[in-house]
């Protein structure tokens, strides 16, 4: 495969990512991404998943997955550019969710991997307390054990995809009725939650345990960022069906207990519906990404939350299917410093053209 955007030595690709956390960095980072954003058509070790019952730790055998990282890391390197491709424990699989007893189930038509609501859940005494030898945290980290002999210190690892405590009531209680939960049971929802935050810490914590360090720092699953050693990857997706004063009060401290849990934690946004960005301003984040979704705002439409984000201080990125008009506008109209952005592309000639359009010029 020819025709990428430069490839930098990984030292001088770690440099710059410091440089961008520091909000010390010239021209705004760039990088690409290839293939589908569903986990279950990126991989193709996943195509034996069977769809006729539950999923359990033993349907993911591991060994796959490595040749898949071999290939996506290869394919990521011939793009080019600023980012550096990271592995994890497979992303498809809600390992929350299934630590907790939700059944998870796959969908090869979709790409994705979905829990389903528990058959017995009454509240807090329902939430387990964290076991590293559940049998999905003991695979979560045989995945990293594996991919750290593989890797060889040719590419770093990351904590996985890690969805919220919103995201984990919905998942328990069902959505939308983890909505109407809170409205009639908070006490309830709020021991629940708390139960859920602690939860999450350990399983970051225990992930991290087994991550080495890459040039000083780790990766960031699929967005390929290098981060600070002892980062985390956090999400909030089914904060968009709150209000903001249902996020004020059961999820924002929460949140505010996982981003002091860590060293490092970064925080991924959908611009739909309710987007706590103002919330995340005031907690102890490293960077906040923002998706440029297919099916909503453009760069242009989200410039105000962008420059909110950059104003105040926090390293942003920027990620999505961009268009010509999107890239040209970041580009033209956001300042550089703690500026990331990370376009989808078919193949690495057009990557080449777009850091040609992007840097060069």
Same mark, same amino acid.
């Given at each position: 495969?020819?025709?990428?955007?430069?490839?930098?030595?990984?030292?001088?690709?770690?440099?710059?990512?410091?440089?961008?956390?520091?909000?010390?960095?010239?021209?705004?980072?760039?990088?690409?991404?290839?293939?589908?954003?569903?986990?279950?058509?990126?991989?193709?070790?996943?195509?034996?998943?069977?769809?006729?019952?539950?999923?359990?730790?033993?349907?993911?055998?591991?060994?796959?997955?490595?040749?898949?990282?071999?290939?996506?890391?290869?394919?990521?390197? *011939?793009? @080019? %550019?600023?980012?550096?491709?990271?592995?994890?424990?497979?992303? /498809? &699989?809600?390992? $929350?969710? =299934? #630590? !907790?007893?939700?059944?998870?189930?796959?969908?090869?038509?979709?790409?994705?991997?979905?829990?389903?609501?528990?058959?017995?859940?009454?509240?807090?005494?329902?939430?387990?307390?964290?076991?590293?030898?559940?049998?999905?945290?003991?695979?979560?980290?045989?995945?990293?054990?594996?991919?750290?002999? *593989?890797? @060889? %210190?040719?590419?770093?690892?990351?904590?996985?995809?890690?969805? /919220? &405590?919103?995201? $984990?009531? =919905? #998942? !328990?209680?069902?959505?939308?009725?983890?909505?109407?939960?809170?409205?009639?049971?908070?006490?309830?929802?709020?021991?629940?939650?708390?139960?859920?935050?602690?939860?999450?810490?350990?399983?970051?914590?225990?992930?991290?345990?087994?991550?080495?360090?890459?040039?000083?720092?780790?990766?960031?699953?699929?967005?390929?960022?290098?981060?600070?050693?002892?980062?985390?990857?956090?999400?909030?997706?089914?904060?968009?069906?709150?209000?903001?004063?249902?996020?004020?009060?059961?999820?924002?401290?929460?949140?505010?207990?996982?981003?002091?849990?860590?060293?490092?934690?970064?925080?991924?946004?959908?611009?739909?519906?309710?987007?706590?960005?103002?919330?995340?301003?005031?907690?102890?984040?490293?960077?906040?990404?923002?998706?440029?979704?297919?099916?909503?705002?453009?760069?242009?439409?989200?410039?105000?939350?962008?420059?909110?984000?950059?104003?105040?201080?926090?390293?942003?990125?920027?990620?999505?299917?961009?268009?010509?008009?999107?890239?040209?506008?970041?580009?033209?109209?956001?300042?550089?410093?703690?500026?990331?952005?990370?376009?989808?592309?078919?193949?690495?000639?057009?990557?080449?053209?777009?850091?040609?359009?992007?840097?060069?010029?």
């Amino acid at each position: 495969m020819t025709g990428g955007a430069p490839t930098f030595p990984m030292a001088e690709r770690v440099a710059r990512f410091r440089d961008y956390y520091g909000r010390r960095n010239e021209l705004p980072l760039l990088g690409f991404f290839t293939g589908s954003e569903y986990p279950l058509h990126l991989y193709p070790a996943s195509r034996s998943l069977p769809i006729d019952r539950p999923l359990q730790p033993d349907d993911f055998e591991v060994a796959p997955y490595l040749a898949d990282c071999e290939r996506l890391f290869t394919t990521h390197e *011939a793009c @080019g %550019g600023d980012f550096i491709w990271s592995g994890c424990a497979f992303w /498809g &699989v809600p390992w $929350l969710e =299934a #630590a !907790l007893g939700c059944p998870i189930l796959a969908d090869h038509t979709t790409g994705s991997i979905h829990a389903e609501k528990p058959t017995r859940f009454n509240g807090p005494e329902d939430v387990p307390s964290f076991d590293p030898q559940n049998p999905w945290m003991t695979k979560a980290v045989e995945f990293l054990d594996a991919m750290a002999t *593989a890797s @060889g %210190g040719r590419w770093p690892l990351a904590t996985t995809r890690m969805r /919220g &405590v919103a995201d $984990l009531l =919905a #998942a !328990l209680y069902g959505q939308p009725e983890f909505i109407f939960a809170m409205m009639e049971r908070p006490d309830e929802v709020q021991a629940v939650a708390d139960r859920l935050t602690a939860y999450w810490i350990a399983f970051g914590r225990l992930q991290l345990e087994h991550i080495p360090l890459f040039h000083g720092g780790i990766g960031s699953f699929y967005y390929n960022m290098w981060a600070p050693a002892g980062t985390v990857w956090h999400q909030e997706d089914a904060a968009a069906l709150l209000s903001p004063e249902l996020y004020a009060q059961f999820i924002r401290a929460c949140d505010e207990r996982i981003a002091a849990a860590f060293d490092g934690c970064i925080m991924h946004q959908h611009p739909t519906r309710f987007v706590p960005t103002d919330f995340y301003l005031e907690m102890n984040f490293t960077a906040l990404e923002l998706h440029v979704d297919e099916s909503g705002p453009r760069a242009e439409q989200l410039y105000a939350t962008h420059m909110k984000i950059l104003e105040h201080g926090m390293p942003l990125l920027i990620w999505g299917h961009l268009s010509e008009a999107d890239l040209a506008w970041i580009f033209s109209r956001l300042p550089a410093a703690g500026l990331a952005v990370m376009t989808t592309v078919a193949e690495p000639a057009e990557a080449g053209r777009i850091w040609q359009r992007c840097i060069t010029t």
